[in-house]
C-alpha cells in the first residue's frame, strides 16, 4: 500500500478515486504545526532554533497518518505546490520521524498545479525530493514574522497602551493606508473652467469640440482659473467663425491583459464582482479542489497562489480552439501570446490562473453556487481573452481654427474597426460592449465652414487622490514588491481585526489608534517600515528559496540591528513618547486656528495644555490640567470639526424643567449629550447619556437631547405585583426591565414609544424562555458530520453574529462571511482553529482558598534557623 498525504478533505476524497486501489489518502488538514503563541519559540541565542507543537486536532491526524505509514511501503507527499506546501510536507516527515514511523519506507514529494486525473497521474510519474532551499525560505520567514510581532508587540504595549500587535509587512501597508489619509488632509483643491461647444462643419451631425488655444496660447488645464476668465473664453468661441483646420485619422490596437495571478484576480474580482480578498480566495479554494462532473469530483482551475503569467502549452492550444470555435477564426491571433510578469519580485514558479479545461463554458457548470459561478466566468473569460486577437480602432481628431487664428477647437472620438478581445472581456468593467462605438465622429472636409453653437463654460475642482480599497491596496502591495500572494487577504484582514483601519464605501479609513501605531513606529522604528527594506527582505528570501542565501546568516544580519533598535527605546519614558507623537501628528491633532492662537490651548480652562493621552480603549485628546481639568476630544480634526475644536462645545438649548443649557459634547468614548456644566467646587458631575449606535452627531437636537437625558424612562407599572417597567438603552441596546428581568427591544426608537401591554408581554416572554431554557437554535445551515467525531457541523445564529458549532467547540464566522456559502472544509478549519487556543481555566473556590491559605501561611510563619551542617559547610 501506497500512502498520500494532501492538505484538504475533499482533496482526498478526489485524489483516491483518481489513483484507485492500492493507495490510501489522508489530509492533512492545511499545517499540523506552528510556533506556540508565547515568547522563546525562536531562540536567537541558539541560533535561531524553533519550538514547534501539534494541537490538539493535528496530533490525532498525525497518529492516523503513523499508523497508516508503519503498513505501508510508500509514502508520497501531495501538498500544494507552493512554499508553504513544500513546509507542510517537512513538518509531517519531522513530526513522522520524531514517531520512528517512517523506518525505511521511501518517501517522495510530488505537486501537481491542478486537481485533474492527468495532472495528478503525471505527477505521481515524476516524484522528487522536498526542496530543502524552499523549506528554509519559510523557515526563515515564520522566523522573522514571529521575532518582529514578539518583539515589537511588548514594546507597542508598554509605551503604547491599547495597541494590539505590530507585523512586519502589517505594519508597511497600514502605513500606506495613513499616508494616503494624510495626503487627503493636506489637500487643497484647487479651482479651474473648461469650455466646450457643439460644432456643425456644412451637413455634418453636430459633434463637440474643447477649447485648446486661446489669444494664441495653448490652453492648459489651469489656465482658465476663475469664472472671470471662463466667461471672456466663452465669448471668444461665440464670436468666432471657424473652418476645419486638419482631420486626422490613426489606427490604434488595444492588446489583451494577461491571464490572472493571485493579486490580479482579487483586484479585478474587487472591482467586478465586490469581493473581498479573502472571499476571494475561499471561492478560488473551492474551484480549485473541484466539483463533481459526471461522478467524479474534478478541479476547475489551476492553483490560485501564484505570481506567474504563463500558460501550459497544451492549454494555450485548448483555448485557440475554443476561441475558434465559439467566436471564429478572426479572433484567434497567427500566433500563441506569451506573457512575462511586470511584478517586482515575482515568483514564476507556477502557472496563471486558468480554468483545467477551456471547453468547459460557464453556462455549463450547472452544480456551481452563485459566488462559484461568478468568479469562474471571470476566470475563464480572462484566460480566454488573453489569447485572442487585439483589437483594432481608428482614433480621428478634428482641429477647428478661428478666422484670426487665435482661438482652436479639438474634437477627439474613436471607433472599434474589430473587436478583437473586447468581444469578450474588458479589464475593470463590467460591460465591455458599453462603449463599442462610442465617441465616433462625422466626416468633414478639410477647409470647410463650421459653426460653434451651445457653447458651454463648466467648473471643475482637483480631486484627492482616493483612499485605498483592497484592489487598489493590494496592487500597490504588489508593486513595491512587499508580501506575497498567500499573504494579501490575511494581511488586510489582520488590519481590520486589530481595529487600525475601518471599512467606508469599501475603502480604507485608519482609525486613530491605526495612526497612533503607525506614526510611533516611523519615529522609532522607521527603517523597519520602510518600503525598500521590506520589498528587500522579501527578495532575500526569494533568493534563500533559490538556494543562494543561507538562511540562517540573513536571520542573524537582521536580528543584530533589530534587537539594538529594540535596545535603545527600552529606557523610553512613556510621556517622551507622547511629546514625540505630539509633533509627529500635530497637523492632525492640533490643526492650525483661522485666529492664528495656539491650537493646543485648552479650551475649556485657562492655564491647560492639550496632549495625546492614551487610555484603555486607545487615544485620544486630554488637558494638562487633568483631574481639575477634565477636558477630552477625539484625536483627528475630520472627527470633531473643521476647525480641529471638540463638537462637543455646541449648545443645544435649554431644559424647560431645569432651566440648565443641554450640550452635545464629544468624548473619549465618542459622542454625549450632557445636561448643565460639572460643579467644580463639588466635583458633582452633570447628568450624561451617549448617542445610541446609528445616531448622527449632527441630526441631535434639543428634543431628541431631552429624550436621551430622561432615560430610563417609566414604562407603568407591572399588573402582577405594581412594581415599575423602565425602558432604556443598555450595553447590549434598548430594553425594558422589571424586577431583575430584561427583554430586548428591537430599535432605540421602541424605547421611547414602548406601552405598557407590549412591554408585559416582552416580559412574560423572556421569562417564560430564558436563555438558559431556550430550545436548541434551528441551524442556519447544515453542513454534515465531522470526519473525527461524527458531531454535525453546523452554521448557527448567535448574539454576536453567524458562528459554526461542532459538539462543545463554537468558532466565530470571519467578518463578510456569507454564512450560506459556508462549507464543512471550511468549518472543519475553523473548528480545528478554534480548538488551538487554550481555554481559560477559572479557579475552582477550593483551588483559590488552598492558595489564600497557603499565601498567609507562608507570610506568618518565620525563616528557619539554618541547620549545623549548613554553617559548617559555610564555614568551610
Known sequence: MQVVIVESPSKAKTINKYLGAGYKVLASFGHIRDLPSKDGSVRPEEDFAMTWELDPGSRKRVNEIAEAVKKADRLILATDPDREGEA??????????????????PVDRVAFNAITKSAVQQAMANPRRIDQSLVDAYLARRALDYLVGFTLSPVLWRKLPGARSAGRVQSVALRLICEREIEIERFTPQEYWTVAAQVAAEDSQPFEARLVALNGEKVQKFSLGDEKAAMAAKRAVETAAFTVEAVEAKPARRNPPPPFTTSTLQQEAARKLGFNAERTMRVAQRLYEGVEIDGETTGLITYMRTDGVDMAPEAIAEARRVIGREFGADYAPESPRAYKTK??????????????????????????????????????????????????????????????KKTALRAT???????????????????????????VLPKVRVGAEAEAKEVKAEQHFTQPPPRYSEASLVKRLEELGI????????????????????????????????????AFLENFF?????????????????????GEVDWKAFLRDFWRDFHAAVEDIGDLRVSDVLEALNDSLAPLIFPSKEDGSDPRACPSCADGRL?????????????????????????????????????????????????????????????????????????????????????????????????????????????????PIEAGIGRYGPYVKHGKTYANLPSVDDVFEVGLNRAVALIAEKRASPRGARTAAKPLKELGAHPETGEPVNVMNGRYGPYVKSGKTNATLPAGVDPQTVTLEEALALVAAKQKKPAKKKATKKTAARKKSATKKTARTPAKTPSKTAKKAAAK
Open 413 to 439: 472620438g474613436s471607433v472599434i474597426l474589430f473587436d478583437g478581445f473586447l468581444k469578450l472581456y474588458e479589464e475593470g468593467r463590467d460591460d465591455p460592449e458599453s462603449e463599442n462605438g462610442a465617441g
Open 483 to 518: 508580501g506575497r500572494p498567500s499573504t494579501y487577504a490575511s494581511i488586510l484582514s489582520t488590519l481590520r481585526d486589530r481595529g487600525y483601519v475601518r471599512m467606508e464605501k469599501n475603502r480604507f479609513i485608519p482609525d486613530s489608534k491605526g495612526r497612533i501605531v503607525t
Open 88 to 105: 507542510i510536507s517537512w513538518h509531517i516527515i519531522e513530526a513522522l520521524a520524531r514517531k520512528k514511523a517512517l523506518k525505511d519506507i
Open 526 to 546: 522607521r527603517r523597519y517600515v520602510e518600503y525598500d527594506f521590506t520589498a528587500n527582505l522579501e527578495e532575500t528570501l526569494d533568493e534563500i528559496s533559490n
Open 611 to 723: 496632549s495625546l493621552k492614551l487610555g484603555r480603549y486607545g487615544a485620544f485628546i486630554g488637558c494638562s490640567n487633568y483631574p481639575d481639568c477634565n477636558y477630552t476630544r477625539q484625536l483627528s480634526a475630520a472627527e470633531n470639526g473643521e476647525n480641529g475644536e471638540a463638537q462637543a462645545d455646541r449648545a443645544l438649548g435649554v431644559d424647560p424643567e431645569t432651566g440648565e443649557q443641554v450640550f452635545l459634547k464629544t468624548g473619549r468614548f465618542g459622542p454625549y449629550v450632557q445636561l448643565g456644566e460639572q460643579d467644580r467646587d463639588s466635583g458633582e458631575k452633570p447628568k450624561r447619556a451617549s448617542l445610541p449606535r446609528g445616531w448622527s452627531p449632527d441630526d441631535v437636537d434639543l428634543e431628541k437631547a431631552l429624550l436621551l437625558l430622561s432615560l430610563p424612562r417609566t414604562v407603568g407599572p407591572h399588573p402582577d405585583d405594581g412594581e
Open 343 to 404: 511584478a517586482k519580485n515575482a515568483q514564476e514558479a507556477h502557472e496563471c490562473i486558468r480554468p483545467t479545461s477551456f471547453a468547459r463554458l460557464p453556462e455549463t457548470l450547472r452544480r456551481l453556487d452563485d459566488d462559484q459561478r461568478r468568479l469562474y466566468e471571470l476566470i475563464w473569460k480572462r484566460a480566454i481573452a488573453a489569447q485572442m486577437e487585439s483589437a483594432r480602432l481608428e482614433t480621428t481628431t478634428i482641429d477647428l481654427l478661428s478666422a484670426d
